[in-house]
């Protein structure tokens, strides 16, 4: 188990690190999902205010460098209400930001909830959080998802329940626009063996051949 958790926490690591070190640097999004009685909740943590000011994550890592840059430091201004007003009257356009697909059906996406980052430092950008519910159908077995480029990549993350009722921590890397593998809906019945070998599968598939950079970096931290 401490084996696992490691490995899972050190891949994240080596997903997110690379977009810290710079106030007007874009992060990867965090997109962490539950399913309840087949509803099925996903919270993005994220830059809410470069998603409102239309500004595409796939295509620029610099906040500074993007077209939308001075409507982005507007938003960035807003206090928490305020920005919090925004989301809601944006809603329509924020559950648009990624599809949910059961067993190749769209499904319908509602905006629940918002919580607004604390802006302590005004160096940094909030990090938001925008919880969106789905009703997953009784007959389907899988759903995906698949975020716009707009979000660029995001870090698809779980924790999962085996039969014997254990966490089980899942990650997968998504490019931007890129459709996720069929992820079970029934996820008590997954084994523990099962669980662990879907979570190295994606982790390998990621790092090789589509991650060298990521490799790079993190004998980057040790050697130099």
Same mark, same amino acid.
């Given at each position: 188990?401490?084996?696992?958790?490691?490995?899972?926490?050190?891949?994240?690591?080596? /997903?997110?690190?690379?977009?810290?070190?710079?106030?007007?640097?874009?992060?990867?999004?965090?997109? $962490?999902?539950?399913?309840?009685?087949?509803?099925?909740? /996903?919270?993005? !943590? !994220?830059?809410?205010?470069?998603?409102?000011?239309?500004?595409?994550?796939?295509?620029?890592?610099?906040?500074?460098?993007?077209?939308?840059? !001075?409507?982005?430091? $507007? =938003?960035?201004?807003?206090?928490?209400?305020?920005?919090?007003?925004?989301?809601?009257?944006?809603?329509?356009?924020?559950?648009?930001?990624?599809?949910?697909?059961?067993?190749?059906?769209?499904?319908?996406?509602?905006?629940?909830?918002?919580?607004?980052?604390?802006?302590?430092?005004?160096?940094?950008?909030?990090?938001?959080?925008?919880?969106?519910?789905?009703?997953?159908?009784?007959?389907?077995?899988?759903?995906?998802?698949?975020?716009?480029?707009?979000?660029?990549?995001?870090?698809?993350?779980?924790?999962?329940?085996?039969?014997?009722? $254990?966490?089980?921590?899942?990650?997968?890397? =998504?490019?931007?626009?890129?459709?996720?593998?069929?992820?079970?809906?029934?996820?008590?019945?997954?084994?523990?063996?099962?669980?662990?070998?879907?979570?190295?599968?994606?982790?390998?598939?990621?790092?090789?051949?589509?991650?060298?950079?990521?490799? =790079?970096?993190?004998?980057?931290?040790?050697?130099?």
């Amino acid at each position: 188990m401490a084996l696992r958790d490691n490995f899972l926490r050190l891949t994240f690591l080596i /997903l997110i690190l690379p977009g810290f070190g710079s106030s007007h640097g874009l992060k990867p999004v965090s997109a $962490e999902y539950s399913i309840s009685n087949r509803i099925l909740t /996903l919270n993005l !943590t !994220t830059n809410v205010e470069a998603l409102l000011s239309g500004m595409d994550a796939s295509m620029f890592k610099n906040t500074e460098e993007a077209p939308e840059a !001075t409507y982005y430091n $507007e =938003l960035r201004k807003l206090n928490n209400l305020e920005l919090e007003t925004r989301i809601n009257n944006s809603s329509q356009m924020l559950e648009s930001i990624f599809s949910v697909l059961a067993e190749s059906e769209l499904m319908e996406i509602r905006l629940s909830k918002v919580v607004v980052g604390e802006n302590e430092d005004a160096t940094e950008p909030r990090a938001t959080k925008l919880f969106f519910e789905i009703t997953l159908p009784d007959p389907a077995n899988f759903f995906q998802i698949s975020p716009k480029k707009i979000l660029g990549p995001i870090v698809l993350r779980s924790i999962l329940y085996n039969e014997k009722k $254990e966490k089980v921590n899942v990650s997968k890397w =998504l490019e931007a626009g890129q459709l996720s593998e069929p992820i079970p809906i029934v996820i008590e019945k997954m084994s523990v063996l099962g669980t662990v070998s879907y979570s190295m599968f994606q982790g390998v598939q990621h790092i090789i051949p589509k991650g060298f950079d990521h490799i =790079l970096f993190v004998l980057g931290i040790f050697f130099f």
